[in-house]
């Protein structure tokens, strides 16, 4: 089990565009997370960097702890380039994990508490996890158990660690070990890989994402400059610091440009009332669902949150009426659209001053150069749909799999995003359709192959086809057609079925609809595009 191999993606090496793009003209900011933390640290020790419900974490506090965790894991064997993974909520002690990673040189996978066996089985033997960091229990499931599940089959899983559990390997345990050691910091390259952070893919295998130390607080920092963030306010993370967006904003934003992070173990609309009052804090950047809630909560409770002056919204389709009609019911906020991916964080910004722009567009580009090209990659004129490529200097290093990056980055640098848009002449950028196979339910990625593998799987499915259609909360849903073989299972049965794969209950269709054939090509291929206007008609006259 403690035998050492080479992590997947050691054939990667920093292109040379890069170096000369992004390193000798200054771009990169070549500090590693852990060195701006520490500066920052000496600055204002006091400056409480993370709010977690009634507990506070100065900027001392969460270095100290992050340095006596880093010593434990090096007590266990964790050496540079190792990977940890982190499968926990939206409370302090990832903070403490994510920068005692930093410090220490080791990879963090973080891994949405969504996922259970089999796709955190996945995501660990990809990525050749070392350690696990996973909640004792949350929202009444057992991680601990889970991991207990998993871990014989996972030969490079040699610890697994509990947060908020008992025992010599629980992270308080950790923690207090650590501190009767002095902790030695270790040379960390910032252009190395710092993060793998798992996508769900259109073939349903997951794919890793890689990012450094520099990539990710590039964004942050040209992000926050945009929306004129201030070095010591304070903003709201009700989003899984486990996904890119929660990950960034909530737990690297502090550490890079000095703001304090209120973090929202789960989405409660008063709740997130009560928090941007008392803490005066400033935006967020969450999922379309939770703008539209929170502007209902402050119209009932007869608060305009003054404080409150930003939203950043995506992961979901946004309607054009819905940014104006939620402004108004802030007394200076600004909701507004923004696109990106695992892979390229923040493609565009929004338009926090242009309320018009804001409500109808999905943000200005600014940091990328993109290109909207045809299915022959030949760019195509403003105004005119394509698939949108994007490159710049936030951008993935690859993904773990070498073949998976050659077949996503184009020859000169281009990451193909599989979403369909057009570019106005004034840099706004509009999503208009998806060419990737992949649902997104609120803000997650959904492979409708993964849920199609599994339904095939069952004696009663001839053949499965799984596309997305419109969830009125969540943007989209799953919607499954199935050919019976014989007589048609029942959807109870079905969905039963996927739920005891191990799938994530997420992914779970919440229409199945039975059918003699589905609508094919002259070659044979499912129409999925007829499927997902029929998924359409039936979801609008069903209340899902």
Request: aromatic content about 8%; overall charge negative.
């Amino acid at each position: 089990m403690n035998d050492r191999r080479d992590p997947p993606w050691s054939w990667l090496r920093i292109p040379a565009s890069h170096q000369h793009a992004f390193v000798n003209s200054g771009v990169w900011d070549e500090r590693t997370i852990a060195d701006q933390a520490i500066e920052l640290t000496y600055a204002d020790p006091g400056f409480v960097a993370v709010v977690d419900g009634d507990v506070t974490m100065t900027r001392e506090q969460l270095l100290a702890d992050a340095e006596a965790l880093s010593v434990a894991l090096c007590a266990r064997g964790l050496r540079p380039g190792d990977v940890i993974a982190f499968q926990v909520p939206n409370w302090r002690e990832a903070a403490v994990i994510n920068l005692a990673a930093a410090l220490s040189g080791l990879v963090v996978n973080p891994i949405v508490p969504i996922y259970r066996d089999h796709e955190v089985s996945l995501m660990l033997a990809d990525c050749r996890a070392r350690a696990l960091f996973v909640a004792a229990s949350f929202r009444n499931y057992d991680f601990a158990a889970m991991a207990g599940r998993i871990r014989p089959a996972l030969p490079d899983l040699a610890h697994v660690f509990t947060v908020r559990g008992q025992g010599d390997d629980d992270y308080a345990a950790l923690v207090a070990e650590g501190r009767r050691v002095a902790f030695t910091r270790p040379r960390v390259d910032p252009l190395g890989v710092k993060m793998v952070l798992y996508t769900s893919g259109t073939t349903g295998r997951p794919k890793g994402v890689l990012h450094s130390h520099v990539t990710l607080q590039h964004i942050l920092r040209r992000s926050a400059e945009f929306w004129g963030i201030g070095h010591a306010e304070a903003t709201l993370m009700p989003s899984p610091v486990t996904h890119v967006s929660g990950y960034a904003n909530g737990l690297e934003m502090p550490l890079v440009w000095g703001t304090r992070t209120v973090l929202m173990e789960s989405w409660d609309a008063n709740t997130a009332l009560t928090l941007i009052d008392r803490h005066q804090l400033i935006g967020t950047v969450a999922a379309t669902p939770f703008l539209v809630e929170l502007a209902d909560a402050a119209r009932a409770a007869g608060t305009r949150l003054p404080s409150f002056r930003f939203f950043a919204c995506g992961g979901a389709a946004v309607p054009a009426d819905l940014i104006p009609a939620a402004s108004a019911a802030f007394a200076r906020c600004q909701p507004f659209r923004v696109f990106g991916a695992s892979e390229v964080p923040l493609v565009s910004f929004g338009w926090p001053h242009d309320p018009a722009l804001a409500a109808t567009t999905d943000g200005k580009v600014v940091d990328y150069d993109v290109r909207i090209v045809d299915a022959e990659d030949r760019d195509l004129p403003a105004g005119q749909e394509g698939e949108i490529l994007a490159r710049g200097p936030a951008m993935l290093l690859g993904y773990a799999d070498e073949a998976q990056t050659r077949e996503a980055i184009t020859p000169d640098g281009y990451f193909r995003t599989g979403d369909l848009g057009v570019v106005s002449p004034d840099g706004a950028i509009t999503i208009t359709g998806r060419k990737k196979d992949l649902i997104i339910r609120g803000g997650e990625n959904i492979s409708a192959k993964e849920i199609e593998d599994v339904l095939h799987a069952h004696d009663a499915v001839r053949e499965a086809s799984v596309v997305a259609m419109p969830h009125e909360r969540l943007g989209e849903g799953v919607c499954a057609f199935i050919i019976a073989n014989g007589l048609p299972p029942t959807a109870e049965a079905l969905a039963a079925h996927v739920a005891a794969s191990g799938l994530a209950r997420q992914k779970i269709p919440e229409l199945f609809l039975f059918v003699d054939d589905f609508p094919r090509t002259a070659s044979g291929k499912v129409r999925k595009d007829q499927l997902r206007e029929e998924a359409k008609q039936r979801a609008d006259a069903t209340v899902i």
